[in-house]
T-cell receptor
Framework: SLKIEQNSEALNIQEGKTATLTCNYT??????LQWYRQDPGRGPVFLLL?????KEKRKERLKVTFDTTLKQSLFHITASQPADSATYLC???????????FGSGTRLQVQP | DGGITQSPKYLFRKEGQNVTLSCEQN?????MYWYRQDPGQGLRLIYY???????QKGDIAEGYSVSREKKESFPLTVTSAQKNPTAFYLC?????????????FGDGTRLSIL
């Protein structure tokens, strides 16, 4: 079944820089990937969805890419702000069931 | 505003006790899901329901039970058979059972053992 891997180490960057988070998948090629933001003690909030036939998707300061050759999605936040500090989760659709498989998330810390 | 309400926010369980976590949504969504989140791990699927009176086991269903008698409600019971229930439990819903739908989450219930 689908396995989603995200860097468990926190990413620390300076305000104004671009944050780039990585999501790798194995065992199965999902038809789409979704990205969520999760704040401590809260539920995840949906940010973006990208399909396998879409190379890139943008929403305001967010950009997601989907590389089926590398089996990887990159999530970018441009002009990062301290308010962007959170854990970001990658999730993909798995075969045989109508539910998502989630990665463990990457914590982003934006320093002022 | 429409959304998902989970209660209680914190719950404590004694040995041998069953506890029930509530999940209510007013989004008129067909599908609902229960996940468990442990530190440093991704969300793991416990159960999901695509429609009223129907539900399927997820990856870690043992020690849990659910019901879906109403469209807006999907309660999760953590039974005494679940030996390691301490975790953050998240309920989610989607408009329908199409796999690419964004999931809407509640703010979770944190369950601990007394």
């Amino acid at each position: 079944s689908l396995k989603i891997e995200q860097n468990s180490e926190a990413l620390n960057i300076q305000e104004g820089k671009t944050a780039t988070l990585t999501c790798n998948y194995t065992n199965y090629s999902p038809a789409y990937l979704q990205w969520y933001r999760q704040d401590p003690g809260r539920g995840p909030v949906f940010l973006l969805l990208i399909r396998e036939n879409e190379k890139e998707k943008r929403k305001e300061r967010l950009k997601v890419t989907f590389d089926t050759t590398l089996k990887q999605s990159l999530f970018h936040i441009t002009a990062s702000q301290p308010a962007d500090s959170a854990t970001y989760l990658c999730a993909g659709g798995d075969t045989g069931r109508r539910a998502l498989t989630f990665g463990s998330g990457t914590r982003l810390q934006v320093q002022p | 505003d429409g959304g998902i309400t989970q209660s209680p926010k914190y719950l404590f369980r004694k040995e041998g006790q069953n506890v029930t976590l509530s999940c209510e949504q007013n989004l008129n969504h067909d599908a609902m899901y229960w996940y468990r989140q442990d530190p440093g791990q991704g969300l793991r699927l416990i159960y999901y329901s695509q429609i009223v009176n129907d539900f399927q086991k997820g990856d870690i269903a043992e020690g849990y039970s659910v019901s879906r008698e109403k469209k807006e409600s999907f309660p999760l019971t953590v039974t005494s058979a679940q030996k390691n229930p301490t975790a953050f439990y998240l309920c989610a819903s989607t408009l329908d059972s199409q796999a690419n739908q964004p999931q809407h989450f509640g703010d979770g219930t944190r369950l601990s053992i007394l």
